[in-house]
């Protein structure tokens, strides 16, 4: 077998064995399902009775937001069992196996791609019982998704990264938490950013957690010519930044996890 096959092979099983793992584990699943409805429930009924967006409901314009907010957080669980797997001994049983060194990783954010896949077609469900709607064609539908899973699948190898460089369960919830709060936070994922003062506007604009949400509002029709547009690149071509964001995200991480993962095995 060679060299580009052996890592799809060996990441392939990684996947099915991880994806076993979980009907060990139904709390993962349950939590995957359960926490999607908990986002679009609290925020729409919560933040949708008390805020007005010009020319659109809020639901409809919060809800791309809660998916990107639902992907960064169901995308951590690959850093958590990562970390989990190093305390529990796995990888050097993985060690002393024929397997490629990147299939563990592969394994692990494919598996957690289909989980980030089943989050998105519950909360599109439960969007849809809110009140949310698609006003693009089906095809930009689609497309809005793929983004998304796109963003997941890139977004997991960056929580990888971040996990085996800090190696205990602990310490990556805690940063992951630290992290991720702000980011989601401080975008246009609930709120016109254009209300928000100058430093914290600028830092909005430019967070990939807002190029995401702008990009799924476009694909889903949820904007309107009502809304104050910002003049930052990254919010006037929401689409190709995004793609540029995945881009960068897995040239950086791909190889980055790879070489921190041979280290942990290693030492």
């Known amino acids: 077998m060679n060299a580009l096959a052996l890592p799809i092979v060996d990441g392939w099983t990684i996947t099915k064995r991880n994806t076993l793992k979980i009907k060990r584990s139904p709390e993962i ?134 996990a085996l460089a800090l190696r205990t369960p602990e310490s990556f919830s805690s940063i992951a938490n630290l992290v991720s709060l702000p980011l989601v936070f401080v975008s246009s994922a609930f709120l016109d950013s254009s209300e928000l003062p100058t430093p914290l506007r600028v830092l909005a604009e430019w967070n990939p957690v807002s190029t995401f949400t702008q990009a799924a509002r476009e694909l889903f029709g949820n904007t309107s010519t009502a809304l104050q547009t910002s003049d930052a690149w990254p919010m006037q071509h929401a689409i190709p930044a995004s793609l540029l964001w995945i881009a960068v995200m897995l040239i950086v991480f791909i190889p980055l996890a790879t070489r921190l993962y041979k280290k942990a095995v290693s030492s």
């Open 29 to 162: 699943l349950v939590g995957t399902i359960t926490l999607p409805i908990v986002l679009v429930l609290l925020f729409a009924y919560v933040f949708g009775s008390a805020i007005e967006v010009p020319g659109v409901s809020y639901r409809e314009y919060l809800l791309p937001g809660i998916f990107v907010q639902a992907v960064i957080i169901s995308a951590q669980i690959t850093g958590y069992t990562l970390t989990l797997d190093l305390q529990k001994g796995i990888f050097d049983r993985f060690r002393s196996l024929p397997m490629a060194p990147s299939a563990v990783l592969v394994g692990q954010t494919v598996s957690d791609l289909l989980l980030n896949l089943a989050s998105l077609v519950v909360m599109a469900v439960m969007g849809l019982i809110v009140g949310w709607r698609v006003h693009t064609s089906p095809g930009e539908a689609v497309l809005g998704f793929g983004l998304l899973l796109l963003f997941a699948y890139a977004f997991s190898w960056l929580s990888a990264t971040v």
